[in-house]
């Protein structure tokens, strides 16, 4: 079976593991097709070559890199034509003129396709998106959706064909680990978020809910983003700044030893009027670490964690700090959680898994 996946975001190297998961399996030759770079969000994400072995990675020039709807990748015709695959897996959403375009040359070569999907809002798209992702839910053999509100969303736009409940990418347990040499001091209690800097990710929240905490507490916060001065104003008007460390981003690799240097992650997402969360791959790399974590209410993040962790209401700062203040109190749920949260990752949430519910796809829609 040659199987060939285009995928921005298999520039990132921890990503890469699921690949080599899938290229290990029996059967499967595997390439994947990924661009020099991607730009987002002011800055430039440079592919790393870190889990390579069993497959082929090859670079294709993408146009229009950066916008995330118009990107496409011209080469990626004579592409398949040479590689002439049986399955073409587009790691992209419906709408993007990436999918649709892959999608027609595909189907040219005589490959069965397939797209990913994180939508969990019923939206519509004006033209020329609307178009293009219902001709990619009329054409396209199977779709993959990255969470449980997905598939509803596509079935409401009319999509008719199969669709399989699977994530974009596990973790590697191997890889995201307990490292006890990394672990944080009894005190103070470090508190660790992962991410944009951005509204919907409720950080505001998060250091309201902290200002509050009773006992010694740390925030730290690696990354970047529009929110930064407004969360450092925040943070001095309640008299916490020194409490809260803004640190430069984090390469993936270097993650794991991030998480393990806090004894709580957060994750407190707010939904908008045009996102919600849609996965929050932060919790399960944690939760592979032995972290004990927290996370509102938003869109998969429930389902996430389920009894792992802590949920609260998202957008309530005093349920957000009961619970944090909780981890704070009681050093034995902290280790039962974290405890609990490795454990859920190993079930469900591995880049093993992962590939091997993918590959059972691919092998569904040859049957077929």
Wanted: glycine share 8%; with cysteine.
């Amino acid at each position: 079976m040659r199987v060939v996946m285009l995928s921005k975001a298999c520039i990132v190297g921890a990503y890469q593991r699921k690949l080599e998961e899938m290229a290990a399996l029996p059967g499967v030759e595997l390439t994947a097709l990924v661009p020099p770079y991607w730009r987002e969000n002011g800055r430039v994400m440079m592919l790393e070559r870190a889990h390579t072995q069993g497959y082929a990675l090859q670079v294709l020039p993408m146009a229009l890199n950066g916008h995330y709807h118009l990107h496409y990748y011209p080469a990626l015709g004579p592409a398949l034509r040479r590689l002439r695959p049986d399955i073409c897996h587009i790691d992209e959403e419906p709408y993007n003129l990436a999918t649709y375009l892959a999608l027609r040359q595909a189907r040219a070569v005589g490959a069965r396709s397939l797209f990913f999907t994180w939508q969990n809002l019923a939206r519509r798209y004006p033209p020329p998106f609307r178009s293009l992702e219902s001709a990619v839910l009329r054409h396209t053999d199977y779709a993959l959706v990255g969470n449980q509100e997905a598939e509803a969303v596509l079935r409401w736009k009319g999509y008719r064909g199969p669709a399989a409940l699977i994530p974009q990418f596990g973790v590697d347990p191997e890889i995201y680990r307990p490292m006890p040499e990394a672990r944080p001091a009894a005190a103070p209690f470090v508190v660790g978020y992962a991410g944009r800097f951005v509204a919907a990710k409720g950080l505001l929240l998060l250091i309201d809910a902290l200002a509050g905490l009773q006992g010694d507490w740390r925030l730290r916060l690696p990354g970047s983003g529009p929110q930064q001065a407004e969360l450092e104003a925040r943070a001095a008007a309640l008299g916490v700044a020194g409490r809260v460390t803004f640190e430069p981003r984090i390469p993936s690799l270097e993650m794991p030893r991030f998480y393990n240097q806090v004894h709580a992650l957060a994750l407190p997402s707010l939904t908008t009027s045009n996102w919600k969360e849609q996965f929050g791959r932060v919790l399960i790399e944690a939760m592979a670490c032995e972290v004990a974590v927290v996370g509102s209410s938003s869109g998969e993040i429930p389902n996430v964690i389920g009894e792992a962790g802590l949920v609260f209401a998202e957008g309530d700062a005093a349920a957000l700090r009961a619970a944090l203040q909780r981890l704070h109190d009681d050093r034995a749920l902290r280790a039962e959680l974290a405890t609990s949260g490795r454990r859920r990752v190993l079930a469900h949430y591995t880049q093993a898994q992962i590939a091997r519910a993918t590959v059972d796809v691919y092998r569904q829609m040859l049957a077929h």
